[in-house]
Structure formats: C-alpha cells, structure tokens
C-alpha cells in the first residue's frame, strides 16, 4: 500500500506530467482560460488516462509481451486512448452538452495528448504491475488536474490585474506556468 501512495504522490507532486514533464502543454495553456473548462477538462483527463493505464497494462502484460509484440506497444496504445476518448465524448455530448461546448477542440485533442500515451508507456518502461499502472495513472490524471486548475485560477486573478503591454496575454501565462513549475519542484522533498 505504501509504494502505491508513493506512486500517486510521485506522479501527481514531484514528477507532475505538465510541470515536470512538460507532456500535455497543448491543453494545459489552452483550456486553462476559464475555471470550469479547466476542470471538466480535466474530469475527462481522469477518466481516460486511469482506464487507459489499466487496459494498456493488460494488453502489454497478458497479449502483446508474450506474443512478442512489444513494438506494436505505441500503435496499439494510441488505439486504446482514441476509443476512450470517443466514449468520453459521446458521453459529453449527450450528458452534458454544456461541458461538451466548453471543451470545445480541447476534448478530441485528448486523444492526442502525450501525457496520455506518456503515462502508458512509462508504466512499461517501469515494469509496473496493473495495480501500479492504474495507481500511476490516476496520480498523473490528477496531478494534470491539480496544475490545469491551479494555472485557470491563476490566470482569472491575472486578467483582472494591470500589466504592460508586453506581458500581456502568453508572455505571463507562460512565467506563470514556470513559476508553477519551480514550485512544484518543492514536493520533489516528499520522496526521499
């Protein structure tokens, strides 16, 4: 119980996927605009990247390792993240067709998200089991969760502010998005 609560903290404080990782910058500047955007966005992010560790997870460990078809792990995990997503997004739409507008672009572009695929094929390259994968997973979902939610909040409180002309707009979402970044390099203590 102990290594999966380090794995979650790990993947979700000190080796954030966004802010340490840099995978995901895409969505994480573009849907940070609003607060709710942000989080619904990131809801779907929880969603695909935990399911899609677990199933990568059984397809690597039980089809694709003993078939001797571990280079087909980038094209079959791609598969499995686009089918998700499609879930996700026939689910939106139907459910929750505000949410669905909010996301706008942003959701079908989960698809291509790295840190989706990053998160799959890290859980490979560790050697983790299905439970670690999933824990890996869900640590990463949140911790892009934590980041894209902080980093809306952070630029709701900058739009109200006054800054020159030249920091306005993707200058300072981007000194902000390294500031975060720094900071989170404080959780890197928990570890050790």
Do not use: H, W
């Amino acid at each position: 119980m102990k290594s999966l609560i380090l794995i979650m903290v790990g993947t979700a404080l000190v080796n954030n996927v966004v802010l340490n990782q840099f995978l995901g910058i895409c969505s994480f500047l573009g849907v940070s605009k609003q607060m709710k955007a942000s989080a619904s966005l990131g809801g779907a992010v929880i969603f695909v990247i935990t399911i899609a560790s677990a199933v990568a997870s059984l397809l690597y460990t039980y089809v694709l390792a003993p078939l001797g078809l571990d280079f087909m792990k980038t094209i079959v995990f791609i598969l499995v993240i686009a089918a998700l997503v499609q879930i996700v997004e026939m689910f939106l739409k139907k459910k929750a067709p505000a949410v669905y507008q909010a996301l706008g672009i942003f959701l079908p572009l989960i698809t291509t998200n790295c840190a989706v695929l990053g998160v799959a094929l890290t859980n490979v390259q560790n050697e983790y089991n299905f439970i670690e994968s999933v824990a890996a997973g869900l640590g990463t979902a949140v911790g892009f969760t934590i980041a894209i939610v902080l980093l809306a909040g952070i630029r709701s409180r900058i739009n109200e502010a006054d800054l020159p002309a030249p920091l306005r707009g993707a200058p300072v979402v981007l000194i902000a998005a390294a500031l975060m970044s720094i900071a989170f390099m404080g959780f890197s203590s928990l570890m050790f």
